[in-house]
């Protein structure tokens, strides 16, 4: 008697669930975590509607005189904001990046990159530079491990041993911090243009193409910002929010402002900067203090704030992507945000010492109202976000109102993720905000106040950075060389 072979398919639950991962372009976690939130946001808009919070004046706000002027600027920088926001969308939605220039006429580059304890990480970033779609006889790199104390260099000589005719790799014997690492690579850079890219990130093959052409193509451009993405999304629910939320601080804003040419701040990531244009800041930028002491922080918004200054125009290049790991704890990321936001304050404060001045041509208001705007934003949303929250918990109803209004407003924001990336991870966009003005909005205010606070706190400061003293560099591999033009 013959047998008779029948195979079993998967159970037709199963089918449905791996179907509708994959149509979502997520994993069947993803499915359930994005159904749960959306339960949420709509139960917030819900309750809010049927508890008649969504509405409400809230006239007893207006019985005393705080209340009523609170509410009453709120309504009017609300108002404010919201004309800002729509003349923002419309620049974006004219903002296009220029198109790569041909292997003939693309500058010579030079790409450096510091690294400080990362690893294995920093072999990954020198490789896919490398990698580029860019003429290598065009190309320099310069990796610096800046006095790491785990197996950083060995990584680093391993990528420069597989790249030798374009990688020089610098060791330095103590620790200087990323403004001491970026000094040499300046000081041994060989191209006409200089970038400059993180040690925890890694690049798309055209991305170089696209950062440098700016600058080859227009003279009155100093710098060029890229795209940066967030490239370890699965390391947890914050890497997942900050995913959805950097598109619209990375590409949203600085595809605006890039239509003005006033980029506020050139993402340390991977950024392009014209030669001449750094060496014309160089002493400026290496000798910056603040309250007498040596600047060691956001060195790319210092380097950006004078190229400004000398009258070069900032654009952004869209397609010019990098990915980057960012924090997956609560506290990784609250140190990274009071890092920035400290050097926010100290670089707006620096650029009111010039904005006064005509110190360019074309865009010179408009690059004025939009470093306004932003110093306002830093500002005036935590007052209210402030006086809101102290209310709420006085005011259960005037809570979900609140929360009603940021689910409606973070919806609102993330339709553009949706449009420029065409997944579902909008989601969590909308999440971001509840947890930012809930839970995060205290880092700005706290940031403004401790902006003398110069440590990167993700980085331990070693006793050469604090004195003042570097060590020397120990080079390996190639030597620098001026490349061909």
Known sequence: MSQLNVRVGPPPLRVV????????????????LKSGLVCLYVGILWAAYATGSMFNPFRGLHNSRIGGFVMTFGAGYSSLMLFVTLGRALLVMAYRPMKSLSDEDLPSVTVIIPAYNEGPDVAKSIDSIARSHYPREKMQIIAIDDGSKDDTWHHMELAAKRHPDIVCAIRMDKNGGKRQGLRVGFALAAGDVLVTMDSDSVVARDSLRSLVTPIAKDPRIGAVAGNVKVQNRSAGILPRMMRASFVLAFDFTRAYQSKIRSVLCTPGAFSAYRRSAVEAVLSDWNNQSWMGKPSTIAEDRALTNLILREGHE??????????TNVPNTYKQMARMYQRWERGNVRENLTYLGFCWKPFRKRYWAHANVEALLNMGEMIFPYVLIATSLVYGILNPFFMLQYLAYVVIFGSIMQSYYWMKERNTDCIYGVLYNLFWFTCFWWV??????????????????????????????????????????
């Open 17 to 32: 669930r791996d179907s509708l991962a994959r149509l979502l372009d997520v994993s069947w976690y993803d499915v359930a």
């Open 314 to 323: 900032i654009v952004f290049q869209s397609d010019a992507v990098v990915w």
């Open 444 to 485: 700005v205010p706290y940031s403004i106040l401790t902006a003398n606070n110069g440590s990167w706190m993700t980085r331990s400061v070693s006793a050469a950075q604090s004195n003042g003293t570097f060590g020397e560099p120990e080079q390996a591999m190639s030597t620098p060389q001026r490349l061909a033009a």
